[in-house]
Structure formats: C-alpha cells, structure tokens
C-alpha cells in the first residue's frame, strides 16, 4: 500500500469504529482485523502502519468525530507529514477542501471530562488516560519464578511480587512461556488489585464477577492452589474461557457458576454467607483503561453511567451476602470516576450498617474517602498502571 492508501485505510476504519461507537457494535480491535481479513493485499507493515494511524487519532479526538476523515484531519494538523498525502491518488484520500474542519480535540466528551475534573482527574492526569501503555505480564507461580523464568526478553521487574514489564505492543503470545500457562499478561495495577484481596490457603474465596478469569488465575496461584475458588459471571461465553485458562495455567478452580441477571441469588444462595473473601470486580466504564481501549470513552453516555453505578450497588450488596461474619469483601472498579469508586462505597456503608469500609494497605495508589468510607485509587500517572478504585469492606464478626 502507498502511504495515503494506507491514511485512506485509516479513514475508512474510522468510520466503522464512529458506528460501531454510536450503535454498541464491535470494539476497535475487531473491527479492524476484519478489515484486513477481507484485504489479504495488505501486508504486516500496512498493518501495523494503518493500526497506528487509527489508533493516534482516536487517542486525539475526545468527542466522537463526525467523519474517520474529519478524525484523520485532526491528526494530520498535529502531524505535517500527513497533510500532503490527501493528494487525491487512486486509493488516497481526497485532497483537503478550504472549508473542511478537522475533529475536536481533548481527553473526553465534555460531560465524561467534567465529571473526571469533579473526581480529581484533570490536566496531566487526564492526559495520561491516552497514553500508550506497557505490556505488564504476571508470572505465574504454579508453574514458574520471576526470578528464574526463561522468557525471550529479560523485562523490568516490577513492585507487584510477580511483574515483568515489557515496552507496549511486544508479542507475547507468541512466546511458549505464554503458550505453557507459565505467564499472564495482566496490567500490574490489575496483579494489586488480587495482592488487596490478600487470599489464603484453605479459605473459600467468591470471585463474583470473574469474567474469564484474569484475578481468578491470580487468586489460584497466590494460595498454591490452596483455596476453595468458586468464579461466578453473568456472562456465558467469558465464564466459559475460564476452564481451558485455568487448565493451561494449572490452576484449580472449585465450582465455576453461571448467573441469571437478576435472578443472581438462585444459583448464588449455596454459598451465602461461606465466604472469608469475596472479590466484586464490578462491571464498570472502563475509563481507568483508555490506554488500551480508547475508543470505550465514545461510547459512555450520562444513562450508562446511571446503569453502570446501579448495577456496581446490586453486585455489592450480593457479594456482603456471600461473606461470611468478619470475613472480607474486595470492591474493585477500572474507573477512575467517584461515582463508580468512593460513592459507591459511601453509599453501600448507609445501607449496611456494621460494614466497615478502609483503604487496603498497598505500597502505591492513594487515598479517596468520602466520610467513614475510605478506598485506594490508582492512576496511570500518579502509579504507572490502568486506574483503578479498590476499597475493602469488612463484615462485623
Ligand atoms: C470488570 S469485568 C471482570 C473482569 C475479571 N474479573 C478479570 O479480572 O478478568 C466485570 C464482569 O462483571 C460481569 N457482570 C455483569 N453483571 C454481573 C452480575 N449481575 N453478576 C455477576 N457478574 C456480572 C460482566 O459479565 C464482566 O465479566
């Protein structure tokens, strides 16, 4: 591909993913492998080369742009080397008219970027939310050490007991440590957020919202295997990548179970009131996690925030049922907004009286309270990792 077929490529993308944003259609990354599964012309460097295009002006554009053109203009005013390659060629992008605006640039949508400021995020904070991240890979210690693991590149220890960081994009599934179960990628603010739930051996562990696994694994290795883990999710197609993960990571997951939105409490009611450790790992915006997901930041609106914090409430007071007396609740949340962090909090100690809500001790993030109820934040600037809330409850004995 010419290098303005490969800018025209990115504009068509761009409108896919603008589409995708408004009708809650497929994410970024899947779009754009299709994309090249219908055009095997493209080679790995158009790739890479066209990937990178779309990616930089997502990262650029807070408000959703009109146009992937619109979109690409904004890029091309902070980049001059891409102005002239609108040349009107056979696959490139038409020359640019006097009176075609370039999208708007910034962090956010304005409503989402006031909110953020409401929360504490602002000027270099809320830059860092689109900054290219690194690879963070856990080492998975059933079947290795970080200290003695044969991996293709040495990777920078990191403070997490298990972390290797790697610069953003390395590939490593391709690696056979990956392909052995013998590492996880998983961000390091992720691998605290499991070091907060602080599980021991011998104890029944609840991961209410489990998805497909990622702190589960994390769970199982910390204990050695030592741990009663019951996973649980809403969400049939990711619970069920959760046994082929655990088994290539060699990880014993007890009882795997499948919710009913809504009717949670039929299949969960065995297990009220067993647990020493529950982790919610709520459904959320995702706005810790821009890093990787940009484009996730267009498709947030007021009503789904709304949804979001309601359901972040109902999987809370579901998992204070499944503690049992002086056991521990984990409430973790990739969002760096109040309302899906401290409020939430705040709000679960006025309906549960004799819960006491405190920031776990971790050696990096700080502190958010709100009243008597306290948690810890990660951002990617303050702490280098996704933004995270993690508050601990504690039942009464
Ligand atoms: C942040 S993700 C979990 C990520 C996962 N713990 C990990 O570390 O990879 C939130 C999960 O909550 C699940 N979920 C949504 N509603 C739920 C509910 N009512 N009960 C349990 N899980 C729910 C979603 O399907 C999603 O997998």
């Not at 390091?188 to 696994?213: F, K, R």
């Not at 925030?305 to 973790?332: I, M, N, S, W, Y």
């Not at 702490?383 to 508050?391: H, I, L």
Request: with cysteine.
């Amino acid at each position: 591909m010419t290098p303005a077929a490969r800018v025209q490529a990115a504009i068509e993308l761009l409108d896919q993913i603008i589409a995708a944003a408004s009708e809650k259609g497929a994410p970024a990354d899947r779009l754009i492998a299709e994309y090249f599964k219908a055009r095997r012309y493209a080679g790995s460097k158009d790739r890479r080369a066209v990937r990178e295009l779309v990616y930089r002006a997502v990262r650029l554009c807070g408000q959703v742009p009109e146009t992937g053109r619109a979109a690409m203009l904004a890029l091309a005013r902070s980049d001059e080397t891409l102005t002239p390659l609108f040349d009107g060629s056979t696959h490139g992008p038409k020359p640019v008219m006097q009176h075609e605006t370039p999208a708007a640039t910034g962090v956010a949508q304005q409503w989402l970027a006031e909110r953020l400021a409401v929360s504490g995020i602002a000027g270099e904070e809320a830059e860092a939310l689109l900054a290219r991240a690194p690879l963070d890979i856990r080492v998975n210690t059933l079947k290795a050490e970080r200290s003695t693991i044969d991996l293709p590149e040495p990777g920078e220890p990191l403070a997490a007991p298990n972390g290797l960081r790697f610069p953003s994009g390395t590939q490593v599934e391709q690696w056979p440590a990956w392909r052995d179960g013998a590492v996880e990628v998983q961000d390091h603010g992720s691998q605290w957020m499991c070091e907060a739930l602080d599980p021991q051996s011998g104890e029944t562990i609840v991961d209410l919202c489990a998805g497909a696994g990622g702190k589960t694994l994390a769970i199982a290795a910390k204990t050695g295997n030592g741990a009663r883990i019951i996973a649980s999710d809403t969400d049939k197609r990711r619970l069920g990548n959760l046994a082929p993960r655990a088994r290539k990571a060699g990880a014993q997951i007890a009882e795997t179970v499948l919710l009913d939105p809504g009717r949670e409490e039929e299949a969960l009611a065995p297990y009220f009131g067993t647990a020493e450790r529950v982790l919610v790992d709520a459904p959320c915006s995702g706005s810790g996690t821009w890093r990787r997901n940009p484009e996730s930041r267009w498709r947030l609106t007021p009503n789904e925030l709304d949804r979001l914090t309601g359901l972040q409430d109902h999987v809370l007071d579901l998992g204070a049922k499944l503690v049992r007396p002086g056991g521990t609740l984990v409430f973790v949340t990739c969002s760096l907004l109040d309302e899906e962090g401290i409020d939430r909090i705040a709000a679960f100690c006025e309906r549960h009286a004799g819960w006491e809500a405190s920031a776990p001790d971790l050696p990096l993030g700080r502190l958010r309270e709100r009243g008597e109820a306290k948690g810890t934040r990660l951002t990617p600037c303050h702490d280098g990792t996704d933004g995270f809330f993690v508050a601990m409850l504690r039942a009464a004995c």
